[in-house]
């Protein structure tokens, strides 16, 4: 508490030292409100008048944070848990339900989805791209986002990059220090054509060790590889197309248990891992001199991932059609249909297996939304998504969403969604041995998970009210609270032992078996301020708190996956400073506080991340940031999926950002 006491007495002594000419060059807290954000609706909206709880990222966000991965810019979110596993392992969530593989989050980079299908999650390490290249980052906590469908159940992280239009020329940049030694970055673009512009890029990264909490390292250091392009065109006066792609390779160890379940002896060891793929994007858009917009895009995924002990293999097709028109002068409506098909699995004989091998699902998707304008200042949002998939079949999911302009500074707004989140591979196929056991000599006590076929999906009916407005000039606020419904989770239930005699030693197996019999109560709020403390200083604190209130229907055996449900800190808290020192000087620093966990798996922290920058003409800049400053590591995620949780370590380093 000392120390966290220290770091906001630091912050404040800020706006002593910064000089007095001068002005911030970021958008005024007006424009902030009216910043456009799309993916709310799959249109574009003003940001103060969306009936969500919206929190955007932009470019100049992601440059002062110093973040050197895509999960330490996330954690500028009010409501975003981020915590970090091992060095190449994060659990990063909204709302509750914390884990590697946190399965009620969707995640996409221009409108793909990076969520994979085998175990509901999101693999960070394999979500790697240049910072530098992305125009912002909108985050919707809560099922705010239902037109994209089944698993954006607790909310949607759409990251958007930039157009290739805006990146002409060269840049260059290599980062290193303490944890980060190196990472180099080279990125060219230019014109094609007359109607055309593109990039193109090549990145390398290595992230050291990190240390077990006992001191020990944790050999879990890791590197990528990886190359990518864009491309934007201006076919006509109406129609623009865009064309990007990239291909990755990762290789890094990690440091697990053998067995799943924690057993006597089970020694530690490291293990190696390496995933690899890439991914075609292609979109196309029609503007109507009407005012209708009609777009088609389609993608190609692939990846091939070596992880506990097992072949991940993944390939995914999707096409999207999408229109938007007016009718009259109060309907505004967004439809569209879409379909994916998936291959996955892993191949027989590893840790791991499913049941087929591999397959592929197919899944088949429609949505309509249609904002009423019920006055000048009222409107009123109705819409559903509805979906076939290869698992349960029809699914809906419907929202009702209202916002109203009190003045042309202040809304009010309110929703009630209902959102599902589909069987994953593991949960309906699986067969793997979670912990193995000598009683004595002749007796051998096995416990083993197998996936139900029947699983059906998990749904969430959640109701939220928000406020949002510019009070002053200066000062700006955002706050949100949300109740939320939560049936058919996931459970894992024992079934009658099986007994093996026909050869020694005797084979004691406790089946467990997939389940739906988990429910919970969730309620919290976030709230963020945006203040201009000055004319070159900003404060924006933020604070989130969750309550979770977890449950088993009757009959329910489970004792495994209950603890899941209380892997999310009650209470976080932080707060971001930036400060134009001069003209050619930043410096910013941010300071997190995050309560224990529920389950006791890792204790309150606190962490200080600070970053000084300067400009050395138009073409140069230099920052050193320095990380975790309060103290010299910490934990934030304990073991998990037979991985052991790794200190988080402060961390030191500097980077030069060339323009040419």
Do not use: C
């Amino acid at each position: 508490m000392i120390d966290t006491l220290r770091a906001i007495w630091l912050i404040a002594l800020i706006p002593q030292l910064a000089w007095p000419q001068g002005g911030l060059a970021d958008a005024s807290l007006e424009q902030l409100l009216n910043t456009p954000v799309t993916s709310v609706s799959k249109k574009e909206q003003k940001l103060a008048r969306t009936a969500a709880a919206v929190f955007v990222i932009s470019q100049d966000d992601i440059r002062r944070s110093g973040a050197a991965s895509l999960p330490d810019v996330l954690r500028m979110v009010p409501g975003v848990d981020v915590a970090q596993i091992d060095a190449n392992a994060w659990a990063i969530t909204i709302r509750g339900f914390n884990s590697r593989y946190s399965s009620k989050l969707l995640v996409l980079v221009d409108g793909r989805s990076v969520y994979t299908p085998g175990f509901s999650g999101v693999y960070w390490d394999q979500l790697d791209m240049p910072l530098v290249d992305i125009e912002r980052i909108e985050v919707i906590r809560g099922p705010g986002a239902t037109v994209w469908g089944a698993n954006a159940m607790n909310g949607v992280i759409n990251i958007i990059t930039k157009s290739s239009k805006a990146t002409k020329g060269g840049l260059a940049e290599v980062t290193a220090g303490s944890g980060v030694q190196p990472v180099s970055m080279v990125r060219y673009g230019d014109t094609l054509g007359s109607s055309g512009t593109y990039r193109a890029f090549a990145k390398y990264s290595r992230f050291t060790d990190t240390a077990l909490p006992d001191g020990s390292p944790a050999a879990d250091g890791w590197s990528r590889m990886q190359g990518g392009f864009r491309s934007d065109w201006t076919l006509t006066p109406h129609d623009s197309m865009t064309v990007e792609g990239d291909l990755f390779s990762n290789q890094g160890s990690q440091t697990r248990y053998h067995w799943f379940e924690p057993v006597p002896g089970d020694q530690p060891f490291t293990e190696g891992m390496a995933s690899a793929g890439g991914n075609l994007v292609a979109s196309w858009n029609h503007a109507a001199a009407s005012g209708s917009e009609t777009s088609v895009r389609g993608y190609f995924d692939t990846y091939r991932r070596s992880d506990l002990g097992t072949i991940e293999l993944t390939k995914t097709l999707d096409l999207d059609f999408q229109n938007h028109f007016a009718v009259g002068e109060r309907h505004d409506i967004v439809w569209g249909a879409g379909f994916r098909a998936t291959r996955s699995g892993a191949p027989a004989g590893y840790a791991i297996e499913l049941t087929p091998p591999l397959r592929t699902d197919r899944l088949y998707s429609v949505f309509f939304q249609d904002e009423i304008a019920l006055t000048g200042s009222l409107w009123l949002t109705l819409g559903s998504k509805v979906e076939h998939n290869a698992y349960t079949g029809f699914e809906y999911e419907p929202s009702v969403r209202m916002a109203w302009a009190l003045t042309n500074r202040h809304t009010v707004w309110a929703a009630a969604s209902r959102a599902i989140r589909q069987p994953s591979r593991e949960e309906t196929g699986v067969s793997v041995e979670l912990a193995q056991l000598p009683l004595d000599p002749y007796t051998l006590l096995t416990t083993r998970l197998y996936g139900n076929p029947h699983f059906q999906s998990e749904e969430l009916r959640d109701v939220e009210v928000g406020y949002r407005a510019e009070w002053t000039k200066r000062l700006s606020f955002d706050a949100d609270a949300f109740l939320s419904f939560y049936r058919h989770l996931s459970t894992i239930e024992f079934q009658p032992q099986i007994v093996n005699a026909a050869s020694l030693p005797v084979r004691i197996e406790i089946p467990l078996v997939y389940a739906n019999l988990g429910r919970a109560t969730n309620y919290g709020a976030e709230v963020s301020v945006a203040w201009a403390a000055s004319s070159r200083w900003r404060i924006a604190p933020g604070y989130s708190w969750l309550h979770t209130n977890p449950g088993l229907e009757p009959g329910s055996t489970d004792q495994l996956s209950r603890d899941l449900l209380l892997d999310s800190p009650e209470h976080a808290f932080q707060v971001r400073s930036t400060v134009n020192v001069s003209p050619g000087l930043e410096w910013g620093q941010t300071l997190y506080w995050t309560a224990r966990l529920p389950d006791g798996g890792a204790p309150n922290h606190a962490r200080l991340d600070t970053r000084l920058a300067w400009r050395l003409g138009e073409r140069t800049e230099i920052s050193l940031v320095a990380q975790n400053l309060l103290r010299p590591r910490f934990l934030e995620y304990s073991s998990t999926f037979q991985i052991l949780g790794a200190q988080v370590q402060r961390s030191v380093f500097g980077k030069i950002t060339w323009t040419f």
